[in-house]
């Protein structure tokens, strides 16, 4: 049992405070304190799927400016339009959630290694998929 806020160890204290951080948590309560780390390993898979969702639809598009066919299909490209959107929202979340823990504002983690790595792949997801929508509309309003 660990405070949420800095993670220091509550086992066995006197006084339902965090003598470190001075936090309040009710023992009875396993929602005021932190029962198990944090992993890593999640976020890193977020970061990743927001990625994909980014690069996919800027594939779609850079094939449709080649010339190269593209299937019209409304239950291709509705999906295909909404997960750059989709994605971007998610990389921003799992890119504000990774800066937290590699800045070490989260307490009690593991695989700080695959905190890190998230956070550059959903900064990466961020920056890219920002790039490619101003690069598209450039390139419209340029045609």
Do not use: N
């Not at 019209?72 to 959630?97: E, H, K, N, T, Y």
């Amino acid at each position: 049992m660990r405070c949420k806020r800095c993670g220091y160890e509550l086992q066995g204290l006197r006084d339902d405070r965090c003598p470190e951080c001075g936090r309040s948590f009710d023992p009875d309560d396993s929602s005021s304190y932190l029962v198990k780390p944090v992993s890593g390993r999640g976020p890193l898979v977020f970061s990743v799927v927001a990625l994909i969702m980014v690069v996919v639809p800027a594939v779609v598009a850079s094939l449709d400016d080649m010339g190269l066919a593209v299937p019209r299909s409304v239950f291709f490209i509705v999906p295909i339009g909404a997960m750059m959107p989709a994605g971007i929202i998610l990389g921003c979340w799992m890119l504000q959630m990774t800066g937290r823990a590699v800045g070490g504002r989260l307490p009690w983690t593991v695989h700080q290694g695959a905190f890190t790595a998230g956070f550059i792949v959903s900064l990466l997801t961020v920056v890219g998929a920002l790039g490619a929508v101003v690069f598209q509309l450039l390139r419209r309003v340029m045609s």
